[in-house]
């Protein structure tokens, strides 16, 4: 009689105790569950933004690491994002022998922007919004509605995607005389540019006679060869070299030797 009594007081006390930890608990996991839910948004945002960057790398690339993208590489933006990572009908990446720039296809480009498949959508399982012809891509965010004010857009502001190449010209007489500025009477001047992928060399415009630079406007991001033909007194002269266009005014100098067997001067 007084075992089953002691049994008895011994298992209220027990379900007394497991009672309390119970209530126990649940208040802990009422305040905590703010901090998991805080946590796991967080945690979403940053790998939203993540993928964000990476997407925005392959197609404009990185001006810190000197590398191009898409962009650099077929002259033009994707038209669709998962143009980054589908060469469809696009060429394959060649490199020029004479200059050592490259145009075609060479992704994919955004590899490890998410899980397999997944390249192109936030943490909140969204796909990117993107404007075509624009190095910027949107996420509508946690609530997954685009046009509400917890989307998120990587870069905030889109960026610049061409810029211009301005060629300062001088000449060296055979005869030691001092070096002058030539214009488009003594010389021809290409920039490379990648069209669709393939390379397509643009001559620009300079001043007639003497004086002035040579201007190229409209050159997308990246790499371009830049070629330099003499004529008339500067005839059979060239000089070749590579100019990288990032987003505005690229300055460049060059210097035309004249052969010698022409008459001297400029």
């Known amino acids: 009689m007084r075992s089953d009594l002691r049994a008895r007081r011994v298992l209220g006390f027990s379900l007394l105790e497991m009672l309390v930890a119970l209530v126990l608990l649940s208040v802990l996991a009422g305040a905590t569950a703010p901090l998991a839910l805080t946590h796991i948004r967080n945690q979403r945002l940053r790998t939203t933004l993540d993928r964000m960057t990476r997407v925005v790398v392959g197609m404009a690339g990185d001006p810190q690491r000197a590398s191009h993208g898409y962009l650099g590489d077929m002259g033009a933006l994707p038209a669709v994002l998962d143009d980054l990572n589908a060469r469809g009908a696009a060429p394959f990446y060649a490199i020029d022998p004479n200059d050592g720039v490259g145009a075609g296809y060479n992704g994919p480009y955004v590899v490890q922007a998410g899980a397999a498949g997944a390249e192109f959508v936030d943490a909140w399982g969204t796909g990117f919004g993107y404007v075509a012809g624009t190095a910027q891509v949107t996420s509508a965010g946690p609530d997954r509605q685009f046009g509400t004010a917890d989307d998120l857009a990587m870069p905030g502001d889109a960026p610049v ?83 990288e266009v990032r987003s505005g005014a690229v300055q460049r100098r060059v210097t035309l030797i004249q052969p010698t067997g022409l008459p001297a001067g400029c």
Do not use: Y
Request: with cysteine; charged share 15%; hydrophobic share 35%.
């Open 161 to 243: 995607t061409s810029g211009s190449v301005t060629v300062n010209l001088t000449g060296v007489p055979n005869d030691g005389s001092p070096e002058c500025v030539l214009g488009e009477d003594d010389a021809n001047v290409f920039v490379s540019r990648s069209v669709a992928g393939t390379r397509n060399e643009l001559q620009i415009a300079g001043p007639v006679g003497s004086g002035g630079p040579f201007v190229g406007t409209g050159l997308h991001n990246g790499l371009h060869g830049l070629r330099v033909t003499g004529q008339g007194d500067f005839a059979g002269a060239s000089v070749r070299d590579v100019i």
